[in-house]
């Protein structure tokens, strides 16, 4: 099994900043990749972004290309999502995942998800 805890979401203003992470324990060995997607209940999961774990490669999703950063923590096993440049539109419960296998656009193909963590950016 693989735990993975979000925290760092809040209440910004509209232009402002905001850093999301994802901590993992557990059965990560077989780890692929950590990816993040976002929700709110009006609209589907919607692909963020996602971090290949053994060479970093990296994907965004397009309404966040240019705004969003991705990285990783090895030794702390954590992923973040830096979130600059927020608008109204990005309010959501933001979810952490790990998939074994690509590709990592596809929420089906992650297995293990957190809780979720809300951002909520006001205009």
């Known amino acids: 099994q693989v735990q993975l805890v979000e925290s760092g979401g809040g209440l910004v203003q509209a232009g402002d900043s905001l850093r999301v992470s994802c901590a993992a324990s557990g059965r990560t060995f077989s780890r692929y990749a950590m990816g993040w997607f976002r929700q709110t209940p009006r609209k589907e999961r919607e692909f963020v972004a996602a971090i290949t774990w053994s060479d970093g490669r990296t994907f965004y999703g397009d309404s966040v290309k240019g705004r969003f950063t991705i990285s990783r923590d090895s030794a702390k096993n954590t992923v973040y999502l830096q979130m600059n440049g927020l608008k109204p539109e990005d309010t959501a419960v933001y979810y952490c995942?790990?998939?074994?296998?690509?590709?990592?656009?596809?929420?089906?193909?992650?297995?293990?998800w957190g809780q979720g963590t809300q951002a909520t950016v006001s205009s």
């Open positions: 995942a790990q998939t074994p296998v690509g590709p990592v656009q596809q929420s089906a193909m992650y297995k293990y």
